[in-house]
Each structure stands twice: as structure tokens, then as C-alpha cells.
Nanobody, 121 residues
Framework: VQLMESGGGLVQAGGSLRLSCAASGSIFSINAMGWSRQAPGKQRELVAAITRGGRTHYADSGKGRFTISRDNAKNTVYLQMNSLKPEDTAVYYC????????????????WGQGTQVTVSS
């Protein structure tokens, strides 16, 4: 499975960004997809996840501001991020898992290269 992210960049606090991730390869093995992030000196955090059936899960840090969605026909997952804060600055990684409803980043087997999101104050 290969995952390719796009959509990162620099945005001012309060702004929005939409990340996209396209999956290719052995996509039949994918059930859940998610987005994880890692800031310098901090632990990786799973910020949002979505099952094949569309059930979503969010970390407290993104609830009410982030929305994850997926288009199974296009093998693509999205992360809409609104009301961005400087503390959202991190490298965001797309992830995929054969598990049905993984809630921790350790439960994801496939990872993209990451895309940088920088939120200026």
C-alpha cells in the first residue's frame, strides 16, 4: 500500500487547510484510514480516523475543528482543518490499517511520507 499526501502549507491562525491522501497498491487490505501528526519534541498523535463504513473518531485536540472524510471509490481520505492554531503546527501523516476501527497510531500499518502544516500566530 502506498499513501500520498497533499495539501499542507503555511496558514495564519484561524485559517483552514484541507489535506488529501490517495491510496494505491493493495488497497483491498485497507479498512480504516486516519491522520496522525507529530510536532518537534512531541509524541505522534492520531488526530482523526475513519472506518470503511464512515464511522469517525477524533482526538480531543481536533474535535469541533477537524473533519475527516473518505471517498472509497477514489481510495482517498481527506482532513478538513478549520480554526487552525499555532499548536496545530506539525508534520501530518496519512495512515491506513487493515483493522476495522483502530484508535491508536500504533494500530496502523501503512504510512505516507508526511506533509508539513505550519500555523503562524
Amino acid at each position: 500500500v502506498q499513501l500520498m499526501e497533499s495539501g499542507g502549507g503555511l496558514v495564519q491562525a484561524g485559517g483552514s487547510l484541507r489535506l488529501s491522501c490517495a491510496a494505491s497498491g493493495s488497497i483491498f487490505s485497507i479498512n480504516a484510514m486516519g491522520w496522525s501528526r507529530q510536532a518537534p519534541g512531541k509524541q505522534r498523535e492520531l488526530v482523526a480516523a475513519i472506518t470503511r463504513g464512515g464511522r469517525t473518531h477524533y482526538a480531543d485536540s481536533g474535535k469541533g475543528r477537524f473533519t475527516i472524510s473518505r471517498d472509497n471509490a477514489k481510495n482517498t481520505v481527506y482532513l478538513q482543518m478549520n480554526s487552525l492554531k499555532p499548536e496545530d503546527t506539525a508534520v501530518y501523516y496519512c495512515a491506513a490499517s487493515p483493522r476495522s476501527d483502530p484508535r491508536r497510531f500504533l494500530e496502523y500499518d501503512y504510512w505516507g511520507q508526511g506533509t508539513q502544516v505550519t500555523v503562524s500566530s
